[in-house]
Antibody, heavy 118, light 107 residues
Framework: QVQLVQSGAEVKKPGASVKISCKAS????????IHWLRQAPGQGLEWMGI????????PYAQKFQGRITMSRDTSTTTVYMELSSLRSEDTAVYYC???????????WGQGTLVTVSS | IQLTQSPSSLSASVGDRVTITCRAS??????LAWYQQKPGKAPKLLIY???TLQSGVPSRFSGSGSGTDFTLTISSLQPEDFATYYC??????????FGPGTKVDVK
């Protein structure tokens, strides 16, 4: 069955970077795009970016451009998202989600809590 | 594209018919989905393309609308349906946006 398993919770200081992994299984890894989203405590869902769409312009939300990097290791079917220059407002649960053939998110990771605190 | 949802929260009882609306700041055709999220869990896709039920989702859930106005209806609320519901548009793909959510809790 399709699974997306994310890395564990992180605590970071302001100005640091965090790199979260999302290991996919149960489907053909290279046939689907992975998106990253986040949810601040008590807040709604915020789309961050997509890996990897270079054919449609900027794959990241404007507010994260310059701070976000996405990568992939095909050998381990893992996608990574790194966010740099962390600030307290980046405290959130980060999710990876698979985009299905219709463009919607049919499978999600369990979420990774990132806490940014001095 | 901005999405608004109403109400922001509602209280209901098991067996009630529940309706949640989502309005887009501009026309998005039928490029709209509804997700359910329970505390501490990832969202779950319920409805896509405004009115198509995702596989495995109970038929008491239904969606309608196109353009700027959309509705999610739960025909007979069940105990497992108490959750927060989000609409999502992908008309401006990949610049996807979500509504602020509607929390459904116990009356």
């Amino acid at each position: 069955q399709v699974q997306l398993v994310q890395s564990g919770a992180e605590v970071k200081k302001p100005g640091a970077s965090v790199k979260i992994s999302c290991k996919a299984s149960g489907y053909t890894f290279t046939s689907y795009y992975i998106h990253w989203l986040r949810q601040a405590p008590g807040q709604g869902l915020e789309w961050m970016g997509i890996f990897e769409r270079t054919d449609i312009g900027t794959p990241y939300a404007q507010k994260f451009q310059g701070r976000i990097t996405m990568s992939r290791d095909t050998s381990t079917t893992t996608v990574y998202m790194e966010l740099s220059s962390l600030r307290s407002e980046d405290t959130a649960v980060y999710y990876c989600a698979r985009e299905d053939t219709r463009g919607y998110f049919d499978y999600w990771g369990q979420g990774t809590l990132v806490t940014v605190s001095s | 594209i901005q999405l608004t949802q109403s109400p922001s929260s509602l209280s209901a009882s098991v067996g009630d018919r529940v309706t949640i609306t989502c309005r887009a700041s501009q026309g998005i055709s039928s490029f709209l989905a509804w997700y359910q999220q329970k505390p501490g869990k990832a969202p779950k896709l319920l409805i896509y393309a405004a009115s198509t039920l995702q596989s495995g989702v109970p038929s008491r859930f239904s969606g309608s609308g196109s353009g700027t106005d959309f509705t999610l209806t739960i025909s007979s609320l069940q105990p497992e349906d108490f959750a927060t519901y989000y609409c999502q548009q992908l008309n401006s793909y990949p610049l996807i946006t979500f509504g602020p959510g509607t929390k459904v809790d116990v009356k």
